[in-house]
Every structure is written in C-alpha cells, then in structure tokens.
C-alpha cells in the first residue's frame, strides 16, 4: 500500500470533484483556485460524488503522478465545503485512507437501555413479577447514571 503521508505534505481538496477531470486540469485548478504550487512535491486529493473513490496529484520532479483509488467497501467521510483546500497530518490521512473522518468528534456518552420482557405462563403473575423487575432495574441504573435515557416501550 501507498503511504501517500511518505511522499511529502497531503493536502485535501474538500467537496466534489469530478472525476473524469484529469492531470492538467487538477493542476490548474489547484493552482487557479486555491493558489497553491502543484510542481511543490505536495500531494493533492479529489474525491468525486459517490467518495468511494478519488485521486492523488503528485509532482515528482520529472513529472506527475496521477493516482486512483476505489474502496471496495465502503465510503471516506470526506469534507463538503466546495471552496477549501485543508493541509493533513499524516495521522489524518491514515484515518481517511480508513473510511474515518479527519476531524474526530468527541461526543457525550450516552446510555441506551433497552429491556425486553415477555411473560409465556400465567399472564397475571408473571406481568406483576415483570414489571416489579423492571422497575427495579430502572430505579437502580437511574441512580449510579443520572443522565441515562430511556427508551420504554
């Protein structure tokens, strides 16, 4: 595998490119659009619409590289604003090679409960000894996490 991170800075064009667009028209517009070099040595990316796929333009010197990849399963979490170009550490282009997004969003834990029960015997005191349980479980749980949520149905 291509560590694209080796070949020098990685840069990502954000939103949707397309495709069918090849190396001389990548270069301009990354030179008419965004004002960067693309004879830098630096490492361009540009994913198109279905982001399973996108290209890498890379200046090497003597000549571009022009090089494609398409995941097989799954998608990249590519960025949708049409007018950036974002600078990425190797650690962010690692984890877009993976499918993850380059911005890792830490969010609030949250406990989701989900209890079943059903009762197959004597319907009256199986439903009572049901519902005794389940209180009880919801009561404890409520008190050692206090913003646990609910889903009862």
Not at 7 to 20: E, F, N, S
Not at 34 to 56: I, Y
Not at 73 to 99: A, F, I, T, Y
Request: charged share 25%.
């Amino acid at each position: 595998m291509i560590k694209l991170s080796d070949l020098g800075q990685v840069y990502i064009v954000c939103g949707k490119t397309d495709m069918r667009r090849g190396i001389d028209t990548l270069a301009s517009m990354v030179k008419d659009k965004f004002n960067l070099d693309p004879f830098s040595g630096q490492v361009f990316l540009f994913c198109g619409g279905s982001q399973d796929r996108f290209k890498a333009l890379y200046w090497d010197g003597q000549g571009y590289w022009l090089l494609y990849k398409r995941f097989e399963n799954g998608k990249m979490n590519w960025p949708k604003n049409q007018d950036e170009v974002r600078e990425l550490s190797p650690e962010q282009v690692d984890w877009l090679m993976k499918g993850f997004s380059i911005e890792p969003k830490i969010s609030e834990a949250t406990h989701v409960i989900s209890i079943d029960f059903t009762c197959s015997f004597s319907y009256s005191y199986n439903y009572r000894k049901t519902r005794r349980l389940f209180h009880h479980v919801r009561n404890n749980i409520r008190k050692d996490h206090p913003r646990t949520s609910y889903n009862y149905s």
